[in-house]
């Protein structure tokens, strides 16, 4: 007992802590937990609560008991094909038939009602206090019900089976009155229009009275009306045993009418039982296919099958494609509900590439950079696909607050175990806003790492270096870190090349001389303008020679190989100054000796 108090404690804890919701622990228990509960029930509580509580739990352990059978829950005592041999008999059959297609629309309105009860109470629940037991046994008695009432209705549609086949195997024996069953059939044809007029009579009597305000007249007319409805159900009931009975007649002799009188029982039903009229058409018409199947075959049954017949088969596919297979948080998923999910994502797949095929068409007629055309394509890929995601969700029918909730639930995890992807996602964002770097930029990260921008996404951009190798780095570290666009704004780039000439040169020679090589090398990516213009400058007077910068400008995609465009100035640089027999020192360095001893100055001598 104590052990038991302790797990309820621990539930009601839990689900303070977690807030209010549905405790699950009590809709899935067993018949043992719900007798311990009951044992270990408040005593001090008010007596009305104390005894609502106890006989919910009574109900709860005999539906407990019951799903915990393995027995199937039966509704009458068929198991097996019955041995049919009159009409009479086959009457009969057909008279549970309809009981058991009525008691199965029945259940079905049950369970549509605890559904709603359960709606209610779950509101009831998260709005209130979730360790409120009354509320939660509620829960767990409908819940439960609506799982017994569910297997009641499968155990009933095994019987309908068997009737079927039952029906099927036993027509070829049946001596049918026809004559007698179509005077029946007809005479409580007769008999129920005098019913509906004799209740229309009645209703327009009460209207009267209305006006006169005479209520005791108008309880005895209501009564009257009661009694007359009880009498039109069964009518009705009779009435279709025996257009059943007239159906399997000219089913058994293989008529052509039969398909025209099956039309009119649909009719009669439809007209008859307008709040039951689904449930009804449905059974009967999968038992009729099942016997002309049986009985014609299925070539002549298709023949046979008219526009409307066509149109039934249409809908038990629609009925088949939207029946639930399986629940997501209390909605039910169907077949229908996802195919039209797929088809969405597939659309959205498809208008996505349809965007992206327009905005580079767009970029080749308006002169679109590579880079603006990148943002447009990867913003609008990511915008149609969320909006596709959520369409589809909205589809299936799944409530987008829930959603909401779990993913305020996992929040904090997907905040530290996410950090870096949300974040690298978040900066390529800025990149592609402010448009710092862009597609066909050339960019230096750190010494070793350089190279052109060949793509930018959503969590790191790919720069390929001269080398041809393609280094991928995240969005946060160009964000964060220090990045030398060399391209930016233009292709223009200012190279300093380096050199040095022996002491007793003139500098003002050197200055002309590299400058008129420079003019004269050819080089197109030379580039010159009122501001930026080639100069040679005299830097120092180092140990060894006097050193000089060449500064020229380059403009096109030679900035991209400063290598190359040193090289090749400097190669220029040397050639100039050996022709004009300027000498380009190296590295000297002299030796004075002071003193020697005598024995090294004589083996010198020798």
Same mark, same amino acid.
């Given at each position: 007992?104590?052990?038991?108090?302790?797990?309820?404690?621990?539930?009601?804890?839990?689900?303070?802590?977690?807030?209010?919701?549905?405790?699950?622990?009590?809709?899935?228990?067993?018949?043992?937990?719900?007798?311990?509960?009951?044992?270990?029930?408040?005593?001090?509580?008010?007596?009305?609560?104390?005894?609502?509580?106890? $006989?919910?739990?009574?109900?709860?352990?005999?539906?407990?008991?019951?799903?915990?059978?393995?027995? $199937?829950?039966?509704?009458?005592?068929?198991?097996?094909?019955?041995?049919?041999?009159?009409?009479?008999?086959?009457?009969?059959?057909?008279?549970?038939?309809?009981?058991?297609?009525?008691?199965?629309?029945?259940?079905?309105?049950?369970?549509?009602?605890?559904?709603?009860?359960?709606?209610?109470?779950?509101?009831?629940?998260?709005?209130?206090?979730?360790?409120?037991?009354?509320?939660?046994?509620?829960?767990?008695?409908?819940?439960?019900?609506?799982?017994?009432?569910?297997?009641?209705?499968?155990?009933?549609?095994? %019987?309908?089976?068997?009737?079927?086949?039952?029906?099927?195997?036993?027509?070829?024996?049946?001596?049918?009155?026809?004559?007698?069953?179509?005077?029946?059939?007809?005479?409580?044809?007769?008999?129920?229009?005098?019913?509906?007029?004799?209740?229309? %009579?009645?209703?327009?009597?009460?209207?009267?009275?209305?006006?006169?305000?005479?209520?005791?007249?108008?309880?005895?007319?209501?009564?009257?009306?009661?009694?007359?409805?009880?009498?039109?159900?069964?009518?009705?009931?009779?009435?279709?045993?025996?257009?059943?009975?007239?159906?399997?007649?000219? =089913?058994?002799?293989?008529?052509?009418?039969?398909?025209?009188?099956?039309?009119?029982?649909?009719?009669?039903?439809?007209?008859?039982?307008?709040?039951?009229?689904?449930?009804?058409?449905?059974?009967?018409?999968?038992?009729?296919?099942?016997?002309?199947?049986?009985? =014609?075959?299925?070539?002549?049954?298709?023949?046979?099958?008219?526009?409307?017949?066509?149109?039934?088969?249409?809908?038990?596919?629609?009925?088949?494609?939207?029946?639930?297979?399986?629940?997501?948080?209390?909605?039910?998923?169907?077949?229908?509900?996802?195919?039209?999910?797929?088809?969405?994502?597939?659309?959205?797949?498809?208008?996505?590439?349809?965007?992206?095929?327009?905005?580079?068409?767009?970029?080749?007629?308006?002169?679109?950079?590579?880079?603006?055309?990148?943002?447009?394509?990867?913003?609008?890929?990511?915008?149609?696909?969320?909006?596709?995601?959520?369409?589809?969700?909205?589809?299936?029918?799944?409530?987008?607050?829930?959603?909401?909730?779990?993913?305020?639930?996992?929040?904090?995890?997907?905040?530290?175990?996410?950090?870096?992807?949300?974040?690298?996602?978040?900066?390529?964002?800025?990149?592609?806003?402010?448009?710092?770097?862009?597609?066909?930029?050339?960019?230096?990260?750190?010494?070793?790492?350089?190279?052109?921008?060949?793509?930018?996404?959503?969590?790191?951009?790919?720069?390929?270096?001269?080398?041809?190798?393609?280094?991928?780095?995240?969005?946060?570290?160009?964000?964060?870190?220090?990045?030398?666009?060399?391209?930016?704004?233009?292709?223009?780039?200012?190279?300093?090349?380096?050199?040095?000439?022996?002491?007793?040169?003139?500098?003002?020679?050197?200055?002309?001389?590299?400058? %008129?090589?420079?003019?004269?090398?050819?080089?197109?990516?030379?580039? $010159?303008?009122?501001?930026?213009?080639?100069?040679?400058?005299?830097?120092?007077?180092?140990?060894?020679?006097?050193?000089?910068?060449?500064?020229?400008?380059?403009?096109?995609?030679?900035?991209?190989?400063?290598?190359?465009?040193?090289?090749?100035?400097?190669?220029?640089?040397?050639?100039?100054?050996? %022709?004009?027999?300027?000498?380009?020192?190296?590295?000297?360095?002299?030796?004075?000796?002071?003193?020697?001893?005598?024995?090294?100055?004589?083996?010198?001598?020798?």
């Amino acid at each position: 007992m104590l052990k038991l108090r302790l797990i309820l404690l621990f539930m009601v804890v839990q689900v303070l802590l977690m807030g209010a919701d549905v405790n699950k622990t009590i809709v899935s228990a067993n018949k043992d937990f719900y007798l311990k509960l009951e044992k270990s029930l408040d005593k001090n509580q008010p007596k009305d609560i104390l005894s609502l509580q106890k $006989t919910l739990l009574k109900k709860l352990e005999t539906l407990s008991s019951n799903l915990e059978s393995n027995k $199937t829950v039966t509704v009458s005592s068929i198991t097996t094909l019955p041995s049919i041999t009159n009409q009479n008999e086959y009457k009969q059959l057909f008279v549970k038939y309809l009981n058991d297609i009525l008691q199965k629309d029945s259940y079905n309105r049950e369970i549509l009602k605890s559904q709603k009860n359960l709606k209610s109470l779950k509101k009831e629940i998260s709005d209130a206090n979730a360790s409120d037991l009354t509320k939660q046994l509620f829960y767990a008695f409908y819940k439960k019900q609506i799982d017994y009432l569910n297997k009641k209705i499968s155990s009933i549609d095994k %019987e309908l089976e068997i009737y079927q086949k039952s029906f099927a195997n036993s027509l070829h024996n049946i001596s049918f009155n026809n004559k007698k069953n179509i005077e029946m059939s007809k005479t409580y044809e007769k008999s129920l229009k005098k019913i509906n007029s004799k209740e229309s %009579e009645l209703k327009l009597k009460i209207e009267r009275l209305k006006l006169v305000d005479n209520n005791r007249s108008i309880e005895n007319l209501k009564k009257q009306i009661n009694q007359l409805e009880v009498q039109k159900k069964d009518l009705i009931h009779k009435k279709l045993v025996y257009d059943f009975l007239i159906f399997s007649k000219l =089913l058994q002799d293989k008529k052509e009418e039969l398909f025209e009188h099956e039309s009119s029982i649909y009719k009669f039903i439809e007209n008859h039982y307008p709040n039951r009229y689904e449930i009804l058409e449905d059974d009967l018409s999968q038992l009729f296919k099942y016997m002309k199947k049986e009985i =014609l075959g299925f070539i002549k049954t298709l023949e046979g099958e008219s526009v409307e017949d066509i149109k039934e088969q249409l809908l038990d596919v629609w009925n088949f494609i939207n029946r639930p297979i399986f629940n997501i948080n209390d909605t039910p998923i169907s077949i229908f509900k996802i195919i039209i999910a797929i088809i969405i994502f597939i659309i959205g797949f498809f208008i996505s590439k349809a965007y992206k095929h327009y905005i580079r068409r767009l970029a080749l007629n308006k002169n679109m950079s590579e880079s603006t055309q990148t943002l447009l394509i990867n913003l609008g890929h990511y915008f149609i696909f969320i909006v596709t995601f959520f369409i589809a969700l909205n589809v299936l029918g799944i409530d987008l607050s829930s959603i909401a909730l779990v993913a305020g639930a996992l929040s904090v995890g997907i905040g530290f175990g996410l950090q870096n992807i949300i974040s690298n996602f978040v900066s390529g964002i800025i990149l592609m806003v402010e448009r710092s770097i862009r597609i066909g930029d050339y960019i230096e990260i750190d010494d070793n790492t350089r190279g052109r921008v060949i793509d930018i996404r959503m969590r790191s951009i790919i720069v390929n270096t001269t080398s041809n190798i393609d280094i991928i780095i995240p969005n946060q570290s160009l964000v964060e870190n220090r990045v030398i666009n060399w391209s930016m704004n233009d292709k223009i780039r200012r190279f300093e090349i380096p050199f040095g000439v022996a002491y007793g040169t003139s500098p003002e020679k050197v200055i002309e001389i590299v400058l %008129e090589a420079v003019k004269n090398s050819g080089c197109k990516s030379i580039f $010159t303008s009122k501001d930026r213009y080639t100069k040679v400058v005299m830097t120092e007077m180092a140990d060894s020679s006097i050193n000089f910068e060449l500064f020229v400008w380059i403009a096109g995609k030679d900035i991209f190989y400063p290598k190359s465009i040193t090289s090749k100035f400097l190669i220029l640089i040397y050639n100039a100054l050996n %022709e004009h027999g300027i000498e380009i020192p190296f590295p000297q360095q002299d030796i004075h000796i002071r003193s020697l001893d005598e024995s090294i100055i004589s083996s010198i001598k020798k």
